[in-house]
């Protein structure tokens, strides 16, 4: 049986796919290592990867590292994105249903400091200190129960539905039910947009 990449192999395939090296990538790398460990999940990319579901806390580079190490994305529905801004992890093993929270010790920083007090720069510091750190100093870790409803599972979409206002389609029964309409999200409580105009309409008046 082939053996687990060690932590250096799997913290290098992180920094190639995230673009850098920052003491986050090594926090990320090493929370899905522990978080992995914990639930029982070996080959997270390979016989396990159907076993597997993680929740991030934090749009940050710790992210890519949780990503890079299990194989886990948004688009395969296998990450979800919870935007607490914490930087947290929850690792969850389908099969079994044991699921762990792992979170990052606020003390660890000041822990940090005092391994490498001869590096001027605090994340640098940071940065090596975090590689040698015990898991113990790093992180809290804590079992949870996660119950994930049918429409939130990897998997083709459950149902798939027109907005009565914009006429766009809305799936995985993300639509809002108000005043006997079916409603996309933005169209019932407001998105992060503000339609200016639809280019779309724009360009085809203008070719015709």
């Given at each position: 049986?082939?053996?687990?990449?060690?932590?250096?192999?799997?913290?290098?395939?992180?920094?190639?796919?995230?673009?850098?090296?920052?003491?986050?990538?090594?926090?990320?790398?090493?929370?899905?290592?522990?978080?992995?460990?914990?639930?029982?999940?070996?080959?997270?990319?390979?016989?396990?990867?159907?076993?597997?579901?993680?929740?991030?806390?934090?749009?940050?580079?710790?992210?890519?590292?949780?990503?890079?190490?299990?194989?886990?994305?948004?688009g395969?529905?296998?990450?979800?994105?919870?935007?607490?801004?914490?930087?947290?992890?929850?690792?969850?093993?389908?099969?079994?249903?044991?699921?762990?929270?792992?979170?990052?010790?606020?003390?660890?920083?000041?822990?940090?400091?005092?391994?490498f007090?001869?590096?001027?720069?605090?994340?640098?510091?940071?940065?090596?200190?975090?590689?040698?750190?015990?898991?113990?100093?790093?992180?809290?870790?804590?079992?949870?129960?996660?119950?994930i409803?049918?429409?939130?599972?990897?998997?083709?979409?459950?149902?798939?539905?027109?907005?009565?206002?914009?006429g766009?389609?809305?799936?995985?029964?993300?639509?809002?039910?108000?005043?006997?309409?079916?409603?996309?999200?933005?169209?019932?409580?407001?998105?992060?947009?503000?339609?200016?105009?639809?280019?779309?309409?724009?360009?085809?008046?203008?070719k015709?």
């Open positions: 049986m082939e053996s687990a990449p060690d932590f250096e192999t799997l913290l290098q395939e992180s920094v190639r796919i995230h673009g850098h090296l920052c003491a986050g990538q090594v926090l990320g790398v090493r929370m899905s290592m522990l978080g992995l460990r914990e639930i029982g999940i070996g080959d997270p990319k390979g016989a396990d990867r159907k076993s597997l579901i993680v929740f991030v806390e934090m749009d940050r580079c710790a992210t890519d590292a949780v990503q890079s190490v299990t194989g886990c994305s948004l395969k529905r296998s990450m979800k994105f919870m935007d607490y801004g914490k930087m947290a992890a929850t690792f969850l093993n389908l099969k079994t249903g044991k699921a762990v929270r792992v979170f990052a010790r606020e003390d660890s920083r000041d822990k940090a400091k005092e391994r007090p001869e590096i001027e720069n605090k994340y640098t510091g940071q940065l090596e200190a975090y590689k040698i750190m015990s898991d113990e100093e790093l992180f809290d870790v804590m079992e949870v129960a996660i119950n409803a049918p429409q939130d599972m990897p998997g083709r979409p459950m149902r798939r539905v027109q907005c009565d206002t914009c766009e389609h809305v799936q995985d029964m993300r639509e809002v039910y108000q005043d006997g309409k079916v409603l996309c999200v933005p169209c019932a409580r407001g998105g992060y947009y503000e339609v200016n105009q639809s280019l779309s309409a724009v360009r085809y008046a203008e015709s």
